[in-house]
């Protein structure tokens, strides 16, 4: 019997690490299946559950199912997408890549979630946000990623839009001026979750190599010998 203190069972463990490494952004894939109300309730509890800055919860769920309201998000996608296509003028190999890539699936979906931050939420005063306000936002993404997770393990497919326009997402959905939407995103049953991102796929780019990232007490340093071992390990991640 495990108590509270011990590490997760192996089989816990596993659980929890395939979660991890098989979570995708999905934006295709989505199957004509509803999903249930309960595995949905259990998706936006955990999101509810994350870490926040001074215990603040400034997140909110906005679920939509209305079709109406989808082909209006869907629009500010469209218009929001030119502007992107535009920016990549002086690059038609890149352009021409975007133009390809399939980035929302906003009607094909079951259901979509606006998750938004309230800045005001048992404010002014926010334990630990007065020093770096984007802790706020931070926490709201928090919440997306253990909906993210917890949606994988269910077996259900999420995919975040960003190309879309605050003021649009504002206005569609009611959303006060001092609350902000942070995340548009679409979930839904999926006929396969992909071993790799789309986007390494298709070759717009690959997963960084995790040496890469790693800084040994201070920025400048990638190697140092009272951090062989570690280094090695990470290094040898690289391999495979
Ligand atoms: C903040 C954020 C915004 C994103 N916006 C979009 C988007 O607008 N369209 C899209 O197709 N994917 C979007 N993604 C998904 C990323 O492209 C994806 O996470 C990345 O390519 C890695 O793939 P993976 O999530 O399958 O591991 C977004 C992800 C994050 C975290």
């Known amino acids: 019997m495990s108590t509270d203190l011990d590490s997760f069972t192996s089989t816990e463990k596993d659980g929890l690490y395939k979660a991890v490494f098989s979570r995708r952004d999905v934006r295709s894939h989505f199957i004509d299946k509803k999903i249930p109300d309960d595995v949905l309730v259990k998706i936006l509890n955990a999101a509810h559950h994350a870490p926040s800055v001074g215990y603040s919860q400034p997140w909110d769920f906005i679920i939509i199912k209305s079709k109406a309201t989808r082909l209006k998000v869907k629009n500010s996608f469209s218009v929001e997408r030119e502007k ?129 990232v790693i800084h040994f007490e201070d920025w400048n340093n990638t190697e140092l010998s009272s951090w062989y071992n570690i280094n090695k390990m990470i290094q040898n991640l690289n391999d495979r």
């Not at 699936?105 to 048992?122: A, H, K, Q």
């Not at 306000?133 to 839009?161: D, F, H, K, M």
């Not at 839904?188 to 390494?200: A, I, Q, S």
């Open 84 to 212: 992107s296509i535009s920016l990549l003028d002086n690059d038609l190999d890149k352009q021409d890549k975007y133009i390809k890539l399939k980035l929302e699936g906003i009607l094909e979906s079951d259901i979509n979630i606006c998750v938004t931050y309230d800045p005001e939420r048992f404010g002014p005063f926010i334990l630990g946000r007065t020093s770096i306000p984007e802790t706020g936002e931070y926490s709201v993404c928090c919440a997306i990623q253990n909906l993210w997770l917890t949606a994988r393990a269910e077996g259900v497919g999420v995919g975040w839009v960003s190309i879309l326009s605050i003021d649009d997402l504002r206005k569609i959905l009611g959303i006060p001026n001092h609350v902000k939407p942070i995340a548009y995103l679409c979930l839904g049953y999926v006929n396969k979750f992909e071993d790799r991102p789309d986007l390494e796929r298709v070759g717009w780019l690959k997963r960084t190599i995790l040496s890469k």
